[in-house]
């Protein structure tokens, strides 16, 4: 079975450029998340999606950071203008439900770099 | 609101040896608990969840955790450390009325030789 699949690995632009994430979940999975992790923290939730539907985005900021799940299979998460602070891991996740005991698979992630 | 608390930064412990990583949480409803293993440049890799039942689990790479629930804690651990268990470890927890999954800050695990 293949795993959640990001792309780029690596990304580096400068403050106040736009940049996009991709991602592609296991097959079947309802529930996608994106979730920020700056160094030496956990994983923060951005944004949780079941299906094409977002059932979480209150830690999205929302005035620069946007998401969506295209047909509720492969997402794309946008930041735009970059702040220097949004220099982080973005991992996306995904789970065949976004409840109870269903455990989230993590791709390798996509390491920003705003300089 | 859930939460989880991981109250140590960094465990060393000598390879051979048994090792415990802390985690204690908080929620309004029953918990639903992940530990998770990060290595360097990788994303996070699911180790073993409590659901309901057997208070002890057993996870992948010989890791099992003690959910305790008087104490509202689910350390992880393992009877005989490797190097190879050298790692970022993370707990999470997912209220049964709330569907986001939250993670603690981690602890690094490090196994000397």
């Known amino acids: 079975e293949a795993g959640v699949a990001q792309s780029p690995r690596y990304k580096i632009i400068e403050k106040r450029q736009s940049v996009a994430f991709w991602c592609n979940p296991i097959?079947?999975?309802?529930?996608l998340y994106w979730y920020q992790q700056i160094l030496g923290q956990g994983p923060k939730l951005l944004i949780q999606?079941?299906?094409?539907?977002?059932?979480?985005d209150s830690q999205l900021p929302k005035d620069r950071f946007s998401a969506e799940r295209l047909k509720g299979v492969d997402s794309t998460l946008k930041i735009q203008p970059a702040k220097l602070e949004d220099s982080a891991v973005y991992l996306c996740?995904?789970?065949?439900?976004?409840?109870?005991?269903?455990?989230?698979?993590f791709g390798q992630g996509t390491r920003l770099t705003v300089v | 609101a859930q939460s989880v608390a991981q109250p140590e930064d960094q465990v060393n412990v000598a390879e051979g040896n048994p090792l415990t990583v802390k985690c204690t949480y908080s929620v309004s409803g029953n918990p639903y608990l992940f530990w998770y293993v990060q290595y360097p440049n990788r994303g996070l890799q699911f180790l073993l969840k409590?659901?309901?039942?057997?208070?002890l689990v057993k996870g992948s790479y010989g890791f099992e955790a003690e959910f305790n629930k008087s104490q509202t804690s689910f350390h992880l651990k393992k009877p005989s450390a490797l190097v190879s268990d050298s790692a970022l470890y993370f707990c999470?927890?997912?209220?049964?009325?709330?569907?986001?999954?939250?993670f603690g800050k981690g602890t690094m695990l490090l196994v000397s030789p």
């Open positions: 999470a927890v997912r209220d049964d009325g709330y569907s986001t999954l939250t």
């Open positions: 999606f079941q299906n094409n539907g977002v059932v979480d």
């Open positions: 097959s079947g999975h309802a529930t």
């Open positions: 409590y659901i309901t039942g057997d208070n």
């Open positions: 996740a995904s789970s065949q439900l976004g409840t109870g005991g269903s455990e989230a698979f």
